[in-house]
């Protein structure tokens, strides 16, 4: 039989399993496979970008699509998308794992080096969008939200381009790809 939690009983009373810590959830959550993107803004607070895996849709209805990506708060870009306003997730793929160790920081550089990289251009809100991405979400701030260690920063989707290919995958501590 399942022991379950049920709202007659407190979540303290419950000792079938131990309490979820910090170092457990990072763990599990190596074992979830995600698409790594790079979020991107330009403006009046400047040009920034960094590579993540926390983008989700969050609704196809309404006056326009929106999604959301999570920024850590103490991240460099973080408070610039915020500041700008608008930004572009640029999903990547399976063969464009350069970008995200560059943007993630990982291989040193500066900004300008890492947009160097590809060829970028524009959509509607003028955040950069790598040409050569699989898909690009081209998106203004609606709202944002700070949880725990991070923004939650949710878009409304003014633009899409989309190329053919597979995403580049992020799971068990490295990149991985979608077999045929």
Not at 2 to 28: C, H, K, M, N, V
Not at 100 to 122: D, K, M, P, V, Y
Request: charged letters at 20%; hydrophobic letters at 45%.
């Amino acid at each position: 039989m399942l022991d379950r939690y049920s709202p007659a009983q407190s979540i303290e009373d419950t000792d079938a399993f131990p309490p979820a810590d910090r170092a457990d959830f990072i763990e599990g959550m190596s074992r979830v496979a995600m698409a790594v993107s790079v979020v991107t803004t330009d403006g009046i607070a400047g040009k920034d970008g960094m590579a993540i895996t926390a983008m989700s849709s969050v609704s196809a209805d309404g006056d326009r699509p929106t999604l959301l990506v999570c920024l850590k708060a103490s991240s460099r870009p973080a408070p610039v998308v915020q500041a700008n306003g608008v930004f572009c997730v640029n999903v990547l793929a399976e063969d464009q794992a350069a970008f995200s160790e560059h943007f993630s920081g990982r291989n040193g550089g500066t900004i300008e080096q890492w947009f160097a990289l590809g060829q970028w251009s524009r959509l509607r809100s003028g955040a950069p969008a790598l040409d050569a991405a699989l898909v690009n979400f081209d998106c203004a701030v609606t709202q944002t939200s700070t949880v725990g260690t991070h923004h939650i920063i949710i878009g409304s989707v003014l633009a899409i381009r989309s190329a053919q290919g597979k995403p580049l995958f992020y799971v068990n501590r490295g990149y991985g790809r979608i077999a045929d």
